[in-house]
């Protein structure tokens, strides 16, 4: 059946608005008769579009589902509305506005949907489900481009050195995609496919695909991986270890002899789209739900991954290398001002995210400054500079909510540190309406806190006062009751749940239903062992500063305990920091 096909149910041609504010296209086709509200989510490789992979609405067989079909941005119909200076992270929080777009406008749950994807578009749904932790029936990844392979083997070393607005040409023959004829003809023929890409977004691609691929744990949706042995544009062992590595307890990967990339518009494809609607029909029918780890902190992954970085190096040669790290630290203290004040007051105290924020390198000479500058574009300094503006969005968005609805707002942060991200983005607004309680364990934060207080004249709406951010009692008596929770870079301190929960539980208690929580947690770091063995924490000053990941379904089990559904999150790019919006049911 040719590119045609999809066409013997009515298909609708619509438009949703990402969360950027770009209107992207799409098509959707209503189920045929009735039973349960269930849908599978079509994404198309890179540089193609949505018309190419109508054919599987028909061919999937099917009836009974709903099926939608993105042009993915800066693609097909999308190519105008999707003119923009965007990255790789940008195309996968499209994957979840649209995901969230569908169970909106649509009425359908993330566990009643089957996402099917190719190549890049495999990628960018599995970094979703890896950050972001929907808990979706099932994901087929066919071709999944985990390790993209290219005629010229030093373009990817290379990218690095390319301006990230130079565009990467990624055309590849047909006869690399598929041996059926006539899709290859409606190939050459087709307008609107495209042919390429910009460096950022190809640069992202692999980056990401490289940290999921080490980080696989966190995948527990049930994951189907179509290949094609003679596949020659994507690496097929690059599949193998990623479905070696998730953590889903459902899993599968098949390999079809004589196939190329385009596994799902092959000749002979009846059996691969069979493979894969039994696949489907499996999970839609006994629904695998994620596993429990609010006590993750006891056993698993992250767990045996804190004990190690508890242990000392084994290697002499570690051993002095990270005595050297520890000495460089205190060294560079007396001429780089950020590490000075990691060394005197904690590398997780609010007085050095307040001077991470403020992103202003200063130093006893230019050599120190120049230092100072190297510290505060490390990757984690870079990711709690855009965990900030994240914060921001959300609370404006939560505030707007709030109004809509009639609601006062009455915001509490309970770990405030200097409260810098809540009173600037309130300050631009100068709304009567707002009432803001800042709340801290450390004095000197306070101290600092009301001072930025008086500097932004925001004295009339803003208090700040000593709390403990894990006392629970001492939360659920917070009055007047507040309208919106914040809790923001605190969870990720302390590696105990139990905390955690305790902390919630008071949210859950001081917070009115129909009101909002905005929550972070760090999923991901790609310097834990540095921070362990060369850093310092708050709480006293000299102690190591050991941190326990938590996987973004392991937060949003403790807060949807606590009596929260979540609506939003954001993610820095790199997948380090995370924001979320929930609201009290």
């Excluded at 929080?93 to 993330?110: L, N, P, Q, T």
């Excluded at 609010?350 to 390198?361: A, H, I």
């Amino acid at each position: 059946m040719n590119q045609a096909s999809g066409r013997l149910r009515s298909c609708q041609e619509l438009q949703f608005t990402t969360h950027d504010r770009m209107s992207l296209f799409y098509r959707y086709w209503p189920g045929l008769g009735e039973g349960p509200s269930r849908a599978i989510v079509l994404f198309h490789r890179e540089l193609e579009h949505s018309e190419r992979i109508m054919h599987l609405v028909d061919e999937l067989d099917l009836p009974a589902c709903h099926f939608f079909a993105w042009d993915a941005r800066g693609m097909g119909r999308s190519v105008q509305q999707g003119r923009s200076r965007h990255g790789f992270a940008d195309l996968v929080k499209d994957v979840d506005s649209f995901m969230r777009h569908i169970g909106i406008e649509h009425g359908i749950a993330f566990e009643n949907m089957a996402l099917v994807a190719q190549s890049s578009a495999a990628v960018a749904v599995a970094v979703w489900v890896h950050d972001y932790a929907p808990g979706i029936a099932a994901m087929v990844l066919a071709g999944a481009g985990f390790k993209r392979r290219f005629s010229n083997p030093l373009l990817l070393p290379c990218l690095g050195l390319r301006d990230e607005d130079a565009q990467i040409d990624l055309r590849i023959s047909v006869s690399q995609l598929s041996h059926d004829p006539l899709r290859n003809d409606a190939h050459d023929k087709d307008p609107l496919i495209g042919r390429w890409l910009p460096a950022r977004v190809v640069k992202g691609w692999h980056a990401s695909a490289r940290r999921i691929s080490k980080d696989a744990q966190p995948v527990f949706a049930p994951t189907q991986l179509l290949m094609g042995a003679a596949d020659t544009v994507v690496d097929g062992a690059a599949q193998q270890l990623f479905h070696d590595r998730i953590g889903a307890k459902v899993k599968e990967i098949r390999v079809f002899e004589g196939m190329a990339h385009d596994v799902l518009g092959e000749l002979g494809r009846e059996q691969v789209l069979g493979t894969a609607r039994q696949f489907i029909l499996a999970r839609f029918a006994q629904i695998v739900p994620q596993p429990d780890l609010r006590n993750a902190h006891l056993a698993g992954v992250t767990c045996d991954e804190l004990a190690r970085l508890k242990q000392p190096p084994a290697s002499f040669i570690a051993r002095c290398y990270w005595a050297l790290t520890r000495w460089s630290v205190r060294a560079l203290a007396y001429v780089s001002e950020g590490m000075k004040i990691g060394a005197e007051t904690g590398f997780d105290s609010g007085s050095t995210l307040d001077y991470v924020y403020r992103n202003q390198s200063q130093g006893v000479t230019p050599l120190g400054k120049m230092l100072d500058r190297v510290y505060l574009n490390s990757i984690s300094w870079r990711g709690i500079r855009v965990r900030k503006p994240h914060v921001e969005r959300l609370i404006a968005d939560a505030v707007g909510r709030l109004r809509q609805a009639g609601q006062p707002v009455r915001i509490v942060d309970i770990a405030a540190g200097h409260g810098r991200y809540i009173l600037e983005v309130l300050a631009r607004q100068r709304q009567s309406d707002v009432q803001i309680l800042l709340r801290d364990f450390a004095p000197i934060n306070i101290e600092q806190g009301r001072e930025l207080i008086a500097r932004l004249g925001m004295q009339d709406c803003a208090r700040f006062e000593l709390g403990d951010g894990f006392d629970r009692a001492s939360l659920a008596a917070i009055t007047p009751r507040p309208t919106l929770a914040v809790a923001c870079g605190l969870y990720e301190l302390f590696p105990d749940n139990t905390l955690v929960q305790a902390s919630l539980a008071g949210l859950g208690d001081a917070l009115d239903s129909g009101s909002y929580l905005v929550y972070t947690t760090n999923p991901w770091h790609p310097q834990l062992e540095m921070v362990a063995r060369g850093l310092t924490t708050h709480r006293d000053g000299h102690s190591q500063f050991f941190m326990q990941r938590r996987f973004q379904a392991e937060m949003d089990q403790m807060v949807a305990a606590a009596g929260f559904v979540k609506l939003d999150q954001l993610i820095d790019e790199w997948g380090i920091f995370s924001v979320s919006l929930a609201r009290k049911l």
